[in-house]
């Protein structure tokens, strides 16, 4: 009987990193948004805009990796 192949580790890694951003970016959105001077909506600073964008671009860009990585990602044989 043959030892199975080891999995590709970059799907992991991609579904470990969309986790990371769905739980804790709501944090850093939350935690940014209270530091202004104005600690409710909407926000009224540049860095507070910039956040939420990077956030949800990073959400976006890792969860359009998960759903097309079939499409693109070719694991070498082995």
């Given at each position: ?17 969309m ?7 709501p ?6 948004i ?12 540049p ?5 939420i ?26």
């Amino acid at each position: 009987m043959k030892a199975a192949h080891p999995l590709p580790r970059l799907p992991y890694v991609l579904l470990a990193a969309m986790t990371v951003v769905s739980f804790g970016g709501p944090f850093v959105i939350v935690g940014v948004i209270r530091g202004g001077d104005s600690p409710g909506w909407p926000p009224d600073r540049p860095i507070e805009w910039v956040t939420i964008g990077l956030v949800m671009a990073l959400f976006l860009v890792l969860f359009v990796a998960c759903v097309s990585i079939r499409l693109w990602y070719r694991p070498k044989p082995r």
